[in-house]
């Protein structure tokens, strides 16, 4: 049988555009991971000149992206703040407490390892079989705010993306229901602090893909024994399912969690429906109570009633 050969100049020539092309896309997944997280702290007022920011570092990707980028926004931004890095090793087994030390001195950046074993707390009081998750967790929460503190630290930011938060909101709606999400910005359980998550606006795909260009020395999430929350999985695979088959659903999903309606909800507390009288003046934004359905195929409807195609 003959042989197909290349001359090995189309063989360099080949391999020289597909680097450029890599060097390309690269460069792009930086500038946009820099313009999303540059958004989300305008858009929330998450830092301010003088700020001295706790970033909290797991060994995961979304950490180390969230370290990063925060380092680059801040040789760039018009204001000063400061950034300390802190690592809480929580003493579950096997894990490698020389990899953040190493990865963060290179950095050339203020740090803190912060020892606490609350893996063994944890392992006590809960019982086999039973998910740690939200003691550990809560436990964790109570040592940031007090490592915050004696740093000198305002801020504290976490490394919660695009995918966690809505995640986190259907989470709420099925299982808690509640119509609650995960906050950009919020006040510290103890009122000192406050606690932020730059990533609000990345996906997760892109914290996953920049953990690779950069080659960020990831640490286990699954040291600690813990099976990864099922419900949610199950949402995460949902949300994936819905993207594949109805591109853009997901999009919308999370633009429509800063569009809020308080007045077409039923909470009586966010609006005042028992106060509501009629005012015998037109609304100046149009007629908003029967609002027209959204629809996806592109037709008109009789509002809240029967859809019409926009043929009929
Ligand atoms: S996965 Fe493990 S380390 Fe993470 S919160 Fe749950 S118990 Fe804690």
Redesign the pocket.
């Known amino acids: 049988m003959q042989e197909t050969t290349t001359a090995p100049e189309n063989d360099a020539a080949l391999s020289f555009k597909q680097n450029e092309k890599i060097v390309y896309e690269n460069n792009k997944l930086h500038k946009r991971l820099c313009r999303q997280v540059g958004q989300a702290i305008g858009d929330f007022n998450m830092i301010e000149d003088g700020d001295k920011v706790m970033v909290c570092l797991s060994g995961g990707k979304d950490s180390y992206a969230l370290l990063d980028i925060l380092m680059t926004l801040r040789e760039r931004a018009p204001i000063k703040f400061d950034i300390v890095a802190v690592n809480l090793d ?1 003493k ?1 087994p096997n894990f490698p407490d020389h990899i953040l030390p190493a990865y963060l001195k290179q950095l050339d950046i203020p740090f803190h390892i912060e020892n606490q074993d609350t893996y063994s707390i ?1 392992k006590r009081l809960i019982p086999e079989g039973k998910t ?2 939200s003691l ?2 809560r436990l ?1 929460r109570g040592i940031l705010y007090r490592v915050a503190d004696e740093l000198g630290a305002n801020k504290i930011a976490l490394g919660h993306h695009r995918d966690d938060i809505m995640e986190t909101f259907f989470l709420n709606m099925f299982f808690g229901a509640k119509i609650k999400g995960m906050p950009p910005k919020l006040q510290s359980d103890d009122g000192k602090h406050i606690v932020i998550r730059p990533l609000a606006y990345v996906k997760e795909a892109d914290t996953e893909r920049y953990a690779q260009v950069k080659n960020f020395p990831i640490i286990p ?1 699954d040291l ?1 024994g ?1 099976q ?1 929350n099922l419900q949610r999985k199950q949402i995460k695979g949902m949300l994936r399912e819905w993207e594949k088959k109805f591109p853009g659903r997901v999009d919308n999903i999370f633009s429509s969690l800063s569009t809020v309606v308080p007045s077409h909800l039923m909470d009586k507390d966010l609006f005042g429906f028992a106060d509501l009288k009629a005012t015998g003046e037109a609304m100046a934004n149009g007629d908003i109570a029967f609002d027209e359905e959204p629809c996806s195929t592109g037709s008109t409807s009789i509002p809240g009633i029967i859809p019409l195609r926009a043929d009929n």
């Open positions: 929580q579950q944890v740690t998750c550990c967790s964790r999430c600690c813990s990864e």
